[in-house]
């Protein structure tokens, strides 16, 4: 009885070189729709389910996914299938972190922390939002306020600061 083939592994300084070869690997990201949305390695293509009709099996097959789990399960299977597959270890988490460009970020979404806000943040609405009252309270001197009026304060006002980073950085994003 044969054993099956088992992908080769590299790392992704090893990948950003080989992205630079003629011709350049083929390279899948197996993560979700919106993870691949979120910021990709450029000429990544996403497939998350692999197809095997999409690719050219004369040519290695680079996976890639978040931290390398995935892309290991789906390298596995292409090699048991005959491809030459690469998994990517430590997938786009890595990529970034070594500083290689990654292309399709976009600025985080203002729904979230806005609704965050707008309840959360002004829970309860009558007689008055506790972080209304709780910055009254800290611009009067503060007297009285035990861990509990401060842990609430901490809880109503983070929603605000969520919104606030958010803002800034759909603004610096463009």
């Not at 080769?8 to 979700?32: G, I």
């Not at 605000?160 to 803002?167: D, E, H, I, K």
């Amino acid at each position: 009885m044969s054993t099956p083939a088992r992908p080769r592994t590299a790392t992704v300084d090893a990948l950003h070189a080989a992205l630079d070869d003629d011709p350049a690997p083929q390279l899948v990201d197996v993560r979700t729709g919106s993870e691949y949305r979120g910021g990709h390695i450029p000429g990544a293509r996403h497939l998350p389910t692999v197809d095997l009709d999409a690719l050219d099996r004369d040519r290695p097959v680079w996976l890639v996914c978040r931290s390398g789990a995935r892309s290991a399960r789906a390298a596995a299977q292409l090699a048991a299938r005959g491809f030459d597959a690469v998994n990517v270890e430590g997938g786009t988490l890595a990529w970034q972190s070594a500083g290689h460009p990654v292309e399709g970020r976009r600025a985080p979404g203002l729904l979230l922390p806005l609704v965050a806000s707008l309840t959360l943040g002004l829970a309860p609405f009558t007689p008055e939002p506790h972080i209304v009252g709780k910055l009254r309270w800290i611009l009067g001197g503060a007297e009285g306020m035990a861990g509990a009026d401060w842990f609430d304060l901490l809880l109503h006002g983070a929603p605000w600061v969520w919104l606030a980073w958010a803002l800034v950085a759909r603004l610096r994003a463009g």
